[in-house]
């Protein structure tokens, strides 16, 4: 019966992964999604340049965009401070529910909030909803056309301060173009390309680091 591959991915982890483990769910993931069948998780080489973004800001509140199946929701969790949160935003519910189990039998769920709904919706609710100031931290991997409008968004519902980083996937592949050309082009960004390559493949992508001025 057609199963999907998120609830692919979830059974394998159920399967394969020590519970509690969160490095262990991250490994039965990228083993899978490498040898197994393909999934647009940020993955294991991108993940290093993440993780090692994530262990440098130590970041009290970070959101992320585009949770899918919770494989960067683990990932990142697994580094955060104690008393931090990441909050990931899903809009399908199908895969808000399987991302939920993953960060559940990674037992990472203390450190996870993850809301169900368009980030359009929610980015102006974010400092009411959540008592927020704003985010030290922000990763986008959601839809590519979105990162450019949802960081306006951000930054005009004062959820970025000066300092604030934004970490984007897939600047190259799929891409968002506007997205560059925005960050790299404004005097109130400080803009970095990491080089490396999409997730379980050999074609290039890579991710931009971003720092917000002010
Ligand atoms: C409407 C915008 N707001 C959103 N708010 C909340 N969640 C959203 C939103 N958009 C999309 N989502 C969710 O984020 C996820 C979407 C991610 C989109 N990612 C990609 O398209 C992507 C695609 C590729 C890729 C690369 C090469 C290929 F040949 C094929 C695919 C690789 C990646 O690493 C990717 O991240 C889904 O779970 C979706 O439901
Ligand atoms: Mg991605």
């Known amino acids: 019966y057609g199963s999907t591959r998120p609830e692919r991915i979830l059974a394998e982890v159920k399967r394969k992964a020590t519970r509690g483990d969160a490095r262990s769910v991250v490994d039965t993931i990228d083993q899978y999604c490498r040898h197994q069948e393909w999934a647009m998780n940020v993955g294991d080489e991108k993940g290093t340049i993440l993780d090692s973004i994530v262990c440098e800001v130590k970041p009290m509140a970070m959101l992320e965009l585009g949770t899918y199946c919770g494989y960067s929701a683990v990932r990142i969790a697994s580094l955060l401070p104690p008393n931090s949160r990441l909050i990931t935003m899903e809009f399908n519910p199908v895969f808000a529910a399987i991302a939920r189990q993953v960060i559940a039998w990674a037992g990472v769920e203390d450190k996870v909030v993850l809301i ?24 986008l991997d959601h ?7 949802d960081t306006k968004l951000m930054e005009e519902c004062g959820l970025l301060r000066t300092g604030s980083i934004l970490v984007a996937d897939n600047v190259i592949c799929p891409g968002a173009p506007d997205y560059l050309e925005y960050v790299r082009g404004s005097p109130r960004y400080e ?14 992508d890579g991710i931009e680091k971003s720092v917000f001025l002010g």
């Open 116 to 139: 169900e709904g368009p980030s359009g919706d929610w980015i102006p609710k974010m400092k009411k909803e959540f008592g927020l100031t704003s985010f030290d931290l922000v990763f």
């Open 143 to 149: 839809w590519k056309d979105c990162y450019l409008p």
């Open 191 to 204: 803009s970095k390309y990491f080089r490396s390559h999409l997730e379980y493949t050999r074609v290039e």
